[in-house]
């Protein structure tokens, strides 16, 4: 782990991998340092900003620090199981099928029979990066990223799955619908989705749930 200021109030931690940063974000959920304002992970980072006046660099490096022991580690109780209904017909179904070397119905088995889990949110209001479908969903990101993707736009990148919040531009490949509402600024909290949070996506024929 490597631990660089963020600003005064703020420190980043740095780790190997996605497991390694989840870990130390659980362990810091469960025993937030002294002062701690917020918590957020990333792909490989966790960021804790905290109170100057509740608390110093050195106590939050220390907890960063007793985070990474195995001891500290616990997965916890699973969160909250959210179920999406999707319409598996995005332009880029077939090429994932030729990537992963399933066929489409194989694509939409395996998607829609994990368990995902929102590993951290980014990139857009509402935009959640879900972990969990395992090295056979894995693909790149499109060589050309399209100039428009609708709200809504479920879509596979790396080793993640996610869903469009909103319009705009995007490279993920992009294999089915749902018309969940993702971000609503008159909700609380606004995000449907948020670390920790599991899905599962839910095939609806063409013409169901989905617009």
């Known amino acids: 782990m490597i631990v660089l200021p963020a600003g005064g109030r703020a420190l980043l931690a740095e780790f190997d991998d996605l497991d390694e940063a989840l870990s130390a974000y659980r362990a810091l959920l469960a ?7 917020d918590i957020v992970p990333a792909a490989r980072t966790v960021l804790v900003s905290f109170d100057p006046g509740a608390t ?3 106590a939050v490096r220390q907890a ?3 985070a990474q022991q ?4 616990s997965a916890g109780d699973p969160g909250p199981l959210v179920e999406l209904p999707v319409i598996y017909d995005g332009a880029d179904l077939a090429e ?5 070397g399933l066929s489409v119905d194989g694509v939409v088995e395996a998607h829609g029979s994990a368990v995902w889990t929102v ?3 980014g990139f857009a209001p509402g935009f959640a990066y879900l972990a969990g479908g395992g090295d056979r969903l894995a693909v790149p990101r499109r060589a050309t990223p399209r100039t428009h993707v609708p709200a809504g736009a479920v879509g596979l990148a790396g080793g993640f799955s996610g869903v469009y919040p909103r319009e705009s531009p995007g490279g993920w490949q992009l294999i089915g619908r749902t018309d969940a509402v993702l971000w609503d600024a008159g909700r609380m909290p606004p ?3 948020s ?3 599991r899905v599962r996506f839910v095939p609806e024929p063409p013409g169901g749930a989905a617009p």
Do not use: Q
């Open 70 to 73: 195995p001891a500290s580690v």
């Open 64 to 66: 960063l620090v007793a």
């Open 56 to 58: 110093d660099e050195w």
């Open 195 to 197: 670390p920790g949070t």
């Open 31 to 37: 025993a937030p340092p002294r002062g701690a304002i």
């Open 96 to 100: 994932v099928a030729r990537l992963t």
């Open 191 to 193: 995000a449907l989705l």
């Open 119 to 121: 590993a951290f949110c």
